[in-house]
Structure formats: structure tokens, C-alpha cells
């Protein structure tokens, strides 16, 4: 798996990611079956329209933080709730500067904002569900009601390890 990052990521800087071509088909191909299976079984987005590109930039954005964790990517193909990428929830938006966004009903773990469009995407950090979940977060949104998280809440994802989200917690 060839790793294209524009900067190293840490403290002071969101890690930036750019997909193959070979990762950006994976993400096509598993973000429309997702979104043909929620289609056929006549389930409902909570949030957006029916909309096949919702699904595959989730999935591409996925694909983004597995690969800057340098882990393989495993879909989760069996439902909501379960964490994208081993133990990490992976919530994106195409906002540079969008927060991230916890529901009433989520599970409990750790959150990794991802921002951007294919093939490039901007890994900005991470938050544990506890820290996201206090009443100073709390907003009502465009949809509903849910947590808002501002990036500069948010810890940095390190290459290096030493914040890695999987490590603290």
C-alpha cells in the first residue's frame, strides 16, 4: 500500500491523505453496495438525502484514516454502530472547517474527524465520546440535535505514535 501524505501530521498539523486509484474503486465499490443494500431493505438516512456519494466518501474517508494509521482497512459490512476502522469511529464531512458531530444514540468511543473530497482527505483528530459528549457541545443542527465537536477541540492524529487514538484509549 503506497502512502501519500502532503505533511507528517502531530501537534500542530492535521495529517493530509491522497488515495490511490486502486483505493478510490474500493470505496466506489463498497460505499454503493452500503448504499444499494440500505435501498433494497428501504432504510432510511437519519441525516442526508438518498444520496449514492454520501456513501462512498464515508467509505473513502474511511479508507484515509486506515491508511495514515498505515493498518489495513476492513469494512464494516453488518450495520450501524460498529467502530470503521479497528476501534475508531470515522465521522466526515466536506467542510474544511466542519466540526465533528456526535448523535444522541451513538456508541461510546473514539471519533476521528475526516474533512475533504476524493481522493484527497484531511485527517484533523480525534475526541472519546465522553469528552464530546458535555453540554458546551450540545447544538441543534440543520437535521436534529447532536454534539458538536470544533476541530480545535480535537487531539491530533500522530504518525508517530505517541497519541495514537488506539493507544490512550
Known amino acids: 500500500m503506497s502512502t501519500t ?3 507528517g501530521g502531530g501537534e500542530k498539523f492535521p495529517v493530509t491523505v491522497t488515495l490511490s486509484q486502486r483505493e478510490i474503486i474500493l470505496a466506489a465499490m463498497i460505499g454503493s453496495f452500503i448504499h444499494a443494500r440500505a435501498l433494497a431493505r428501504g432504510w432510511k438516512d437519519r ?3 438518498s444520496d449514492w456519494n454520501v456513501n ?4 473513502a474517508a474511511e479508507i484515509a484514516v486506515a491508511k495514515a494509521l498505515g493498518i ?3 469494512p464494516n459490512l453488518n450495520g450501524f454502530g460498529a467502530p470503521d476502522v479497528e476501534n475508531l469511529h470515522v465521522r466526515w464531512t466536506t467542510r474544511s472547517d466542519g466540526p465533528l458531530i456526535i ?4 456508541p461510546d468511543g473514539i471519533y476521528v474527524l475526516v474533512t475533504g473530497r476524493c481522493p484527497t482527505f484531511t485527517i484533523v483528530g480525534w475526541i472519546h465520546s465522553y469528552d464530546a459528549k458535555q453540554p458546551c457541545y450540545w447544538r441543534v ?3 436534529n440535535k447532536a ?3 470544533p476541530q480545535a477541540e480535537l487531539t491530533r492524529l500522530a ?3 505517541y497519541n495514537h487514538p488506539e493507544k490512550e484509549a
Do not use: N
Not at 462512498?56 to 467509505?59: D, H, K, P, W
Not at 448523535?103 to 451513538?106: I, L, S
Open 5 to 7: 501524505f502532503s505533511d
Open 47 to 49: 441525516v442526508y438525502e
Open 56 to 59: 462512498v466518501e464515508g467509505i
Open 72 to 74: 489495513r482497512y476492513r
Open 103 to 106: 448523535r444522541p444514540g451513538d
Open 141 to 143: 443542527l440543520r437535521y
Open 147 to 149: 454534539w458538536s465537536v
Open 159 to 161: 504518525l508517530g505514535g
